[in-house]
């Protein structure tokens, strides 16, 4: 190995295990953060969403679990996945206070470990913003659902306006670093329709939060 690929490598391994630390913090200071904004409206957007769930449901990248306690009893089976282990062990908490029965995987959204068609319901809600390859993800999700399925989400979104678009634009790294990968202005929308989906979603202003991320799809999506 040459010094030039040593010291590479070296500072690949220094932003990775930097990366970990800070997942392992937001583990711990995601449900403070977004307090607010679930007061004011987001909580109220979750339940309504995951009301529509049926079937086999799985939520990718489920985090702490604000969804868990808004699923309607009817489903089939409930599955979470969730890559972050910080995350896991809030959710594992947060299901057993609910008391409610469910299984949690140890999963990226790219990997989803499930057959081919054997999925009723996807929800993703806040997700697609923070995965590294969200046409990837899309299409995971589009391979495990039945015909038939759908994919409920709750997505911030690039902004229409012009100004706050370029605000997001010129914000977009140090918002990154801060809030583990995400990126404030991604087209959600339109990679959903170029992965095959058909969308129907509202636009809603995530209230409580920075401006940059508060633009909203809500919405179903559909193979």
């Excluded at 062990?89 to 469910?102: F, H, M, Q, S, Y």
């Excluded at 959903?192 to 799809?217: N, Q």
Aim: charged residues 25%; glycine residues 8%.
């Amino acid at each position: 190995m040459t010094e030039t690929a040593r010291d590479e490598s070296s500072t690949d391994q220094r932003h990775t295990s930097t990366y970990a630390v800070w997942l392992r913090v937001m583990a711990l200071v995601y449900d403070p953060f977004v307090w607010l904004g679930e007061l004011v409206g987001m909580r109220r957007r979750r339940r309504a969403l995951v009301a529509d769930a049926f079937g086999r449901v799985v939520e990718v990248g489920a985090g702490t679990g604000l969804n868990v306690r808004h699923y309607p009893d009817s489903i089939d089976e409930l599955v979470f996945t969730e890559p972050e282990p910080g995350m896991r062990r809030k959710l594992a908490r947060r299901l057993e206070r609910v008391g409610r029965t469910a299984n949690i995987v140890d999963a990226s959204a790219l990997h989803l470990p499930f057959a081919d068609a054997s999925v009723d319901t996807v929800v993703s809600t806040l997700v697609l913003c923070t995965v590294p390859d969200p046409e990837g993800a899309l299409r995971e999700i589009h391979r495990v659902l039945r015909p038939g399925g759908q994919l409920l989400f709750i997505e911030h979104i690039r902004a229409s306006s012009r100004f706050l678009a370029a605000y997001q634009d010129m914000m977009l790294r140090p918002w990154r670093g801060f809030a583990g990968g995400c990126v404030c202005n991604r087209p959600t929308l339109d990679l959903m329709h170029s992965c095959g989906f058909t969308v129907r979603a509202d636009a809603a202003v995530w209230h409580g939060m920075p401006a940059i991320v508060h633009p909203l799809a809500i919405g179903r999506a559909t193979a």
